[in-house]
Each structure stands twice: as C-alpha cells, then as structure tokens.
C-alpha cells in the first residue's frame, strides 16, 4: 500500500505521524511476519488485504465468511511468543471484549493461528486517521477539534472507569469515522486498544527505548512518567492527548527531539510553549490555553484527574460560556515551594474560571477510578440541571449538549407518542410527563443523571418506555449493561415514576439507591434482584406494574404485595409461584392483567383462588401445572376480557370453545 494512499481503510498508519522517529512507529516493516491473502483462519475469516505491518504486529482485512461481514484481524509481529505473554494477551484480550463504547473498536474474537501465533479480531471501520487530516488538511479550526476531543474524551473516559489505560494515544490512533447509513456526521474511534500494553509488559522499559521496533508509545505523544519507565496510570492517556491536542490546534506536538532520546528528555525537562506561541500568535480562549497547559504537566498530581471533566471544559466553550469550575476541583494544589511560573499561571486561571457560571452544561466531575469499594451513598456531586421552566410555568426548556446527543425524550400527546432528540436546545409542555431513553453514550456516563433536575423526568426507560393515557401501564422494556453503582446517579430523581432496568447486573444493593423513589412501575426482569430487596421497596405497595419475571421464591413477594388495591399489571412468570400463593394474589382487587406462565407448581386448584379477581381483564397461564380443558373451565367462570393465552398446540375442539367463550384477543403490550 504506498504511503500516501488515501483509502478510508480503518487501520491506515502515516509515516508523517511518526516523522523520523523509526523507533516509534509501531508499523515499521518487519519481515517474515505475513499471511497469504486468501489464507483461512480457524475456517472464519478469510484474508482480503494486509492493511498494516511493522515490528509490533500485523492487520488484516478479513472477510467473516459465514455472516459476509468485514471485520478486521490483527496478529503479533514475528514468529516466537512466550508462554506468559500469549496469557497476558488473552486476558487482555478477554477484558478488551467486555468493552462496549461507540467511541472503541469493539473485539469481537481471539484465537491462534495455526495454534500458535495469537490474533484479534474487531469491528472493520471505514475512515480517516486523526494524522491524514492533519497530514491533508493542517491546523484544524478550533470548533471542529472540540468536537472530536469531547468525542475522545468519551471513549477514553469509559475505558479509564473500566481502570484500562491505553498508552499509546496519538494522531494515528484515532479514526475519524466516514459519515454512512448510521450517521451524517464523523464520529471518533479509538484505535489500538490493549496489544501494545500488553507487550511492553514484558519488556524492561529503560532497555526497551533503545531497541527499534520494541518502544512502548511513541515519543512524540508520551507522557514523563512513561518515559522513565514508571508505573502509569489513566493520567498518562491525559497527557498524551495533551500533546495531540496541542499538535491539531498548532501544528507541531510540543516536543520534538532530533532523536528519540532528545524528544524523551524534552518532555522530563522543558515547559511547552503556549498554544498562541507555538502557532505564530493565533489566539485561543483562555480556558482552552489553561486546560492543554495543565494537561502537559510533569507531575501526574498537578493534572486535571479526569477526561471527563475536560470534556467538561472544551463543552463550556463550545457554548461559549465564560469559564468552569472544573479545572480548579480536578487538580491537586502544589506546596508553594514547589510552584513554578507554570503553575502559577494555572493557579490564577482556574482562580478565575471558578468564579465563572457553567450554566446549564456540563459533565459531573466523577473518577470511579479512584476506589473499587462499592458506593454506599450518592456521592455530594454538584448538580447542573439542563432544564429550566419558562418565566409563564407552560413550558419546560432543556439545553443539552449540543454537539452529541444523549437519548431521547417521549411524551404522550392524545395517545400518540412524540419523540425528541435529547440534544441543543429542546421544548417541552411543562404539564407533560417526560419519560428519557438514554443512549449508549449516556450510559457509558450516567453521571450525566445528576443534570436532571429532581423533577424532570417521570419515566426511566434505559431502552424503550411508553406512556399511555391510562396513566399506569408504563409498559417498560428496559436492556442496558447496568450495575448497582449507576443507580446512585438515578437517586435524586425524586418524581420519577417508571423505571425499566431489564437484563442487567442490578442486585438489592443497587435497588436500595432508588427504594424511596415514588415509583408506580418497575420492570426487573433479568436483574439479579431477589424479593427481598424488592419488598424493602418503600413503594412497593403502591406500584401499579410490575415485573419480576424469573424472580426466585416468587411467592414471597406475592405475600408483600398482599392486599395491594394499587396493583394493576403484575407479570410473575417463571418465579416458583405456587397455588397457595394465589390466595395472596387474590387480595389485590384492582389487578387487571397477570402473567403467571412457566410456573410447573400451579394448578387447577390454585387458578380457582383467583376467582374473586373481578376486574381481572387478561391472563397468561401457560406451561403451568394445569391442563388446557381443566384451565378453561375455571377461567370462564371470571369476568375475564381477553382470551387466557394457552399453549399454541392446543386441539382444534378446545381453541373453538375458547373463540366461543372469549372472542377478543388481546393486543398484547410489549411490557
């Protein structure tokens, strides 16, 4: 492939990115490390196009031959590999697969070539390198850089929560992807993840800078710590982006040696120019000139502790707010003997950003780094709320970000859902009950929830939600990769009604966050919730719907919902719910709708407690311990609307009886 290929291919490396710095360039030619196209791997993946070689390993485009789909494979350079270091790369490996950021080039698959060269494989994607652009079309204007660095900020910021550091952050390492079907715009991809780190592990760091082909990072971009060899840590990836930061916004990184070793040196010794030096007197906010100075400080202690709350600042002044808080909370103060110009410099300008308004931006300054104990209260985060109500109380105003989007808000008008991008400036009628769909990059930051105001959303939905005009079927399908520490963030939504936390690792811990929320629905399907903790639920006598499909010991919480005249959908399928617990079931008088299929221990004499039940409108009973012919006989002594759902392969004679008794079917909600 020449060098100066323009091909939208998502691996591409420029030679201009490394400049003469061989040492660094992790894709400097190294023979005998290639595949054939056309090779098979594991009988998958079929190589199209070596896309990139050097001393560190070797990318493939390859053709998924089952699914026709491109992905992309990359194996380690050479031919010999210890023991330790195919473990280490599995586990990182393994790790790298749990990921799941649009902003991170997801692995999909790990294997060994012909049992014993170890490989990659991960989502192909089409674009352009950060260093192409730059390569192409020189300094970038200040406002499209800010969007692809709040971007990065993002995608790094989760990988840093999920304490993975990345090491090798530079202009080569981030995609800018090829706006599609999917999107209009680029969007930023974080290449790299994980193999260089995983070699430079076995290698002594000091000997290692010496060996061409075996440096960790390139020089150009790496931090002082990583430089000497010392232990690094999520601060060094701030670091590094500093660096390129300073390199879009100028046109140079702020470092640059005759040698690898003269480059590494200036980063132990010298102070960066500022941005307007360093680009002949181009002027920048001073938020901007304090946040990349702070960024390319020695000392780990005196950076900015968190990409998120740089992503914070680059937000406040793309709205073109006056200053942030931020920078002055996320940095460690220095002993006054040990201040320099520098830092003072630093010092002063978050003195004044301080005194700045955020306004109703801005990211909560949250580092899950800091600790592995689990959260035990909400944490005393300031809270920014988005929303504002209008001077004459009829509408209620939100500001979201403008330059990416957070989910969407629903509401019902006449019975019609209407459905709103949460993003820039949006209006809603203030008597109207919001409920919020977060996306995947709200929830890879739920610290977002804290900008919500206490009263801004009545329904959670963390997939789909809906609200119909009977006000209690808040019919929630909720399926996001959630855990216990996120519900601290959903804690102070003080009026929230609906909440769909489906197919996650939700456990009692997590649910006693949230126990005294006024909630009227709750979806805990697939959760690790048992019925404990949903009986501690102070509002459990007051829900109106419920599921808790798959719940253990089901009749247990049949027994804290006894007597409930709230309850009017409750779906306990699977939940080793038996007959005696249906007399407890029977209490609820109000209760329209039921689902107690797939419960083996319920029979015809348990499904006739349930005749008092005189506003039961629906029931599901199948695969339960009871006969069709035994279940209809009860069933049709009720009051019942709709057709009882029975096994699809009931006989002709039964399903006739059963049009006969119950010609209505129901339309069923997708709970």
């Keep these: 492939m020449p060098p100066n290929d323009e091909t939208n291919k998502s691996w591409e490396r420029e030679a201009s990115d490394e400049r003469t710095l061989d ?102 994607v089409q674009g352009r390198t950060l260093s192409s652009v730059l390569k192409t079309s020189g300094v970038m204007p200040l406002d499209v850089a800010i969007k692809i660095f709040v971007e990065l900020c993002f995608a790094l910021g989760y990988a840093h929560n999920h304490n993975i550091v990345h090491r090798d952050i530079k202009p080569s390492n981030i995609m800018l992807t090829t706006p599609g079907i999917d999107s209009e715009n680029e969007h930023v991809k974080v290449l790299d993840f994980g193999i260089a780190k995983l070699l430079h592990r076995g290698l002594n760091e000091t000997d290692s800078l010496t060996r061409t082909g075996e440096i ?128 003072k410099y630093l010092l002063i300008a978050a003195c004044i950003l301080f005194t700045g308004v955020l306004g109703m931006l801005g990211i909560v300054c949250y580092n899950q780094m800091q600790s592995q104990k689990p959260i035990e209260h909400a944490p005393d985060l300031p809270r920014l709320p988005w929303s504002k109500i209008s001077q004459d109380g009829k509408f209620r105003i939100f500001n979201f970000p403008e330059s990416f989007s957070i989910g969407r808000i629903v509401f019902s008008v006449q019975g019609q859902r209407v459905k709103k991008d949460a993003r820039g400036l949006v209006t809603f009628p203030a008597d109207k009950e919001l409920q919020f769909v977060p996306n995947s990059l709200f929830l890879s930051h739920p610290q977002f929830m804290n900008n919500f105001a206490e009263d801004d959303i009545a329904i959670l939905d963390f997939k789909d939600a809906s609200l119909t005009d009977e006000g209690y079927a808040y019919k929630i399908t909720a399926q996001a990769p959630l855990s216990d520490d996120e519900m601290v963030y959903v804690s102070h939504l003080k009026k929230l009604k609906g909440l769909g936390i489906k197919n996650c690792k939700i456990t009692d811990t997590g649910l006693g966050y949230i126990k005294t929320l006024p909630l009227k629905s709750l979806n805990i399907d697939g959760t690790d919730v048992t019925w404990k903790g949903l009986s501690n639920m102070d509002c459990i006598k007051h829900l109106e719907f419920l599921r808790a499909c798959h719940l253990r010991e089901g009749g247990k919480i049949i027994k804290a919902l006894k007597g409930s005249r709230s309850m009017h959908f409750l779906s306990l399928t699977g939940s080793d719910v038996c007959d005696e617990d249906l007399k407890d079931l029977a209490t609820m008088p109000n209760l329209q709708e039921l689902n107690i299929g797939y419960n083996s221990k319920i029979t015809k004499k348990g499904l006739a407690y349930l005749t008092p039940l005189k506003n039961l409108q629906s029931i599901s009973v199948d695969k339960c311990g009871v006969s069709v012919r035994d279940a209809i006989d009860v069933l049709k002594t009720m009051n019942l609307r709709y057709r009882p759902e029975f096994p699809e392969d009931i006989t002709p004679e039964l399903e006739k009886e059963m049009c006969e008794i119950w010609p209505q079917v129901e339309n069923k909600r997708s709970h």
Excluded: W
């Design 216 to 343: 960790f990072g390139s020089p150009f971009y790496m931090s002082p710590e990583q430089c000497l060899g010392k232990p690094v840590d999520h601060r060094s990836d701030i670091y590094s982006m500093g660096c390129v930061m300073f390199e879009v916004l100028t046109g140079a990184p702020p470092f640059s040696g005759e040698t690898s070793i003269a480059t590494i040196m200036k980063h132990q010794s010298e102070m960066p120019l500022t941005l307007k030096e360093a680009s002949m007197g181009r002027e920048f906010p001073e938020e901007v000139e304090s946040l990349v100075a702070n960024m390319l400080e020695k000392d780990p202690d005196k950076r900015i502790q968190s990409l998120l709350d740089v992503a914070q600042i680059l937000i406040g002044v793309q709205k073109g707010l006056t200053g942030t808080a931020i920078l002055n909370k996320a940095v460690v103060v220095p002993d006054k003997k040990q201040t320099n110009p520098q830092t």
């Design 23 to 124: 040492a660094s360039n992790p894709f400097a030619q190294m023979p005998g490390s290639s595949l054939s196209i056309g090779t098979m791997v594991e009988g998958k993946y079929r190589l199209v196009d070596s896309i990139g070689e050097g001393g560190m390993g070797v990318v493939y485009k390859v053709e998924q031959v089952l699914l026709n789909r491109q992905m992309a494979l990359k194996t380690l350079a050479g031919t010999e590999f210890s023991e330790s270091s195919i473990k280490r790369f599995h586990a990182e490996a393994k790790l790298l697969a749990k990921l799941d950021h649009p902003g991170l080039v997801k692995v999909r698959d790990f294997g060994f070539i012909d049992n014993v060269k170890p490989f990659l494989v991960m989502d192909f």
